[in-house]
Every structure is written in C-alpha cells, then in structure tokens.
C-alpha cells in the first residue's frame, strides 16, 4: 500500500476499459472456478469426506504458498502497472526489477502456485480438480498476454531476450 496505493484502488477494478477480449472471458470463468475449490473443499472436508490427505502434503502445501505470496506481493511492488486485466496504458513501461528479472509474469506463477496449493492447505484432493482447471488457465491466459505485450508495449521484444522464461526459469 505505501509503495503503489494507486494499484491497489486499481486492481480493486474488475473489468476496465481497454482489456482484451480474451481477458474478458478468463475473467467471467477465473472467480466462479476459484470458488468452486472452497465449495468442493466443504463438500469434500464437512459434508461427504470423499477424501483425506496427509498432514505432510498440508504441511508442503503451506511451505509452498508462503513463497507465492511473498512473490506476488514483491512483483505488486515493482510493478506500477500490476492490475487483474490485461490492458495497455499510455504510460506503461517494461518492468525489468525485482522478479520481473528471473521470470516474465512472476505474478501469474505465484497464482499457478497458489490455486494448486489450496486445495493441499485444505487436505483435499477433489480441491484440485478446479486448481487444475485454473492453473492450465493462467498458463494460457500467460501465453495471450506475453503475446499482446510483444505486440503492442514498446521495449518488451528486447525484454525478452534478457528473461527468457514467462513462468518458470529453465522450463517455461
């Protein structure tokens, strides 16, 4: 908030003028899917018990989210321009800081983290039927942006000579 207090008002913004029409339709799908994950995690935990995992895989899901966080909240930090669609300003500039260094969009690599490690968090593993769904989502969603950002913001062509990978160093 002290670093970007403008972001945050912005991100608050579901659907702005300006985003793409494939971001559109990731936004109509992303909050029902993420929710269907606390749904299936209380039919699952509470209703039917259709499934139980063991405490060191809740435990894993836990140390892996902690590190998610801590990299979205750095890439929220670095970058000015970090809101919930993709759209391109007037004003906009590559962000080559932070995490931005080691991968395109740390920010959706947190979010592929973080979708398939709640229903871990929960010790559920119907949970990570919709994870799933969401996170192959945010793979593409990734791929549609970087090919919007290489098509319309200057300087992002060299950019990603310099970072390689959009999501995961040495993979993707």
């Known amino acids: 908030m002290r670093i970007n207090p403008r972001l945050l ?18 936004a109509v799908l ?8 606390l749904i299936i995690a209380g039919l699952d935990a509470v209703r039917y018990e259709w499934s139980i995992m063991p405490l060191w895989i809740t435990l894993l899901g836990v140390a892996m989210t902690i590190p998610a966080y801590f990299v979205s909240f750095w890439a ?5 321009h970090f809101e919930c ?12 800081s932070g995490p931005y260094r080691i991968v395109r969009h740390p920010g959706y690599a ?5 979708v398939v490690t709640a229903p871990l968090i929960l010790g559920l593993w119907w949970g990570l039927v919709p994870g799933a769904i969401v996170a192959v989502m945010l793979v593409i969603r990734t791929a549609l942006e970087d ?3 290489q098509r319309e913001l200057p300087g992002y062509n060299d950019y990603t000579k310099l970072t390689n990978f ?4 040495l993979v993707w």
């Open 9 to 26: 008002n912005e991100r608050g913004k579901f659907v702005k003028e300006g985003t793409k029409p494939f971001d559109k339709v990731f």
């Open 166 to 169: 959009r999501l995961l160093p």
């Open 30 to 37: 992303y909050l029902p899917l993420t929710y269907m994950i």
């Open 76 to 80: 929220m930090a670095e970058n000015s």
């Open 85 to 96: 669609t993709v759209r391109l300003q007037e004003e906009q500039k590559v962000c080559k």
């Open 110 to 114: 947190a979010g592929v983290v973080s």
């Open 147 to 149: 090919r919007t950002l």
